[in-house]
C-alpha cells in the first residue's frame, strides 16, 4: 500500500502525523469492487496522530493540516479520501464527551471551515457511522462530483471493515 506521509508543526514542540494510505489496484477491483469505468480511482484512509500524545497541541497544527489535505486533492485528482476516528482514550477537558466524539467534533470544526475551498474545487462530503453496536464511530468520505454514481462502494467498504 503506497502511502504519503507529512509531519506538521504546531510551533509549540508538538506535531500531527498525517498519512494518506492509498489501497492498491488488486483492492480497488476485488474489495472494493470498483466498475473498470473508474479504473483510475484512487482510495486513500487519512491516518492523523499527534505525536507526543501526553503534550497538548496547538490548533495552528489543525489549520496547517486542513491546508495539506486540501491540496492533496489537487495532487490527486481522481481521489477519494475517507476519515475515521479513532475510539483510542483520549485525555480532553471534555470529560462528558467520548474520545471518538471529541475527534469528530474537532474534525468537523476544521471541514465546515474549508467547505467553500472543497466546493470550488468539486469535492463532496458523505458522513457515516461505522462499527457494531455499542463500538461505533464516525466517519467521512470526501470524493469528487464525478465519483458520486459509485461513492457507495467505498461507503459500504468501511461500514463493513468495522463491523467486528
Known amino acids: 500500500m503506497e502511502s504519503v506521509e507529512t509531519i506538521i508543526p504546531d510551533n509549540e514542540g508538538n506535531h500531527l502525523v498525517v498519512v494518506l494510505s492509498f489501497y492498491e489496484d488488486n483492492d480497488k ?9 473508474f479504473s483510475e ?8 496522530t499527534k505525536l507526543y500524545l501526553d503534550m497538548p497541541l496547538n490548533l ?14 489537487t495532487i490527486f485528482p481522481n481521489a477519494v479520501f475517507s476519515f475515521i476516528c479513532s475510539t483510542d482514550p ?8 467520548a ?3 471529541y475527534r469528530w467534533s474537532l474534525f468537523e470544526y476544521f ?11 468539486g469535492i463532496e462530503s458523505k458522513d457515516i457511522i461505522v462499527g457494531p453496536e455499542g463500538y461505533q464511530t464516525f ?26
Request: with cysteine; net charge negative.
Open 29 to 37: 477491483v476485488g474489495t472494493f469492487q470498483i466498475p473498470p469505468e
Open 139 to 164: 466517519a467521512r468520505v470526501f470524493y469528487r462530483i464525478k465519483h458520486a454514481p459509485i461513492i457507495h462502494l467505498v461507503i459500504e467498504h468501511l461500514s463493513n471493515k468495522y463491523s467486528f
Open 99 to 101: 474520545s471518538e466524539q
Open 90 to 97: 483520549l485525555e480532553t477537558h471534555h470529560s462528558d464527551m
Open 41 to 48: 480511482l484512487d482510495i486513500a484512509d487519512i491516518a492523523i
Open 60 to 73: 495552528s497544527a489543525f489549520f496547517k493540516m486542513c491546508h495539506w489535505l486540501i491540496d492533496q486533492f
Open 111 to 121: 471541514y465546515q471551515r474549508n467547505i467553500p475551498k472543497l466546493t470550488a474545487m
